[in-house]
Nanobody, 115 residues
Framework: QVQLVESGGGLVQAGGSLRLSCAAS????????MAWYRQAPGKQRELVAT???????NYADSVKGRFTISRDNTKNTVWLQMNSLKPEDTAVYYC?????????WGQGTQVTVSS
């Protein structure tokens, strides 16, 4: 059984920063890519940032230059540093992991940015 546990969400004013973390635990044979997605009310879930097993990263255009994804393979943990937050960043943020080609999701953490 694999679990992804997220933390770090909250309420912040526009222009502020938050750091999300996600730790994977359980039977992790091979952790491939990890990523962050988000879903705003009434909208589809969208990809925010990915960190592949080869070390490459990818970002949604809307967060480039403001968000940074990082990862520690020894701890099976991924972080999302979010700076210069905007009200449109308000959403539930979900951690994702590809473990041996099977998808795992965290429970989600709420990020609310006030104007």
């Amino acid at each position: 059984q694999v679990q992804l546990v997220e933390s770090g969400g909250g309420l912040v004013q526009a222009g502020g920063s938050l750091r999300l973390s996600c730790a994977a635990s359980g039977r992790i044979l091979r952790l491939k890519s990890m990523a962050w997605y988000r879903q705003a009310p009434g909208k589809q879930r969208e990809l925010v940032a990915t960190f592949a097993s080869d070390g490459s990263t990818n970002y949604a255009d809307s967060v480039k230059g403001r968000f940074t994804i990082s990862r520690d393979n020894t701890k099976n943990t991924v972080w999302l540093q979010m700076n210069s937050l905007k009200p449109e960043d308000t959403a539930v943020y979900y951690c994702y992991a590809d473990i041996l080609f099977k998808d795992y999701w965290g429970q989600g953490t709420q990020v609310t940015v006030s104007s």
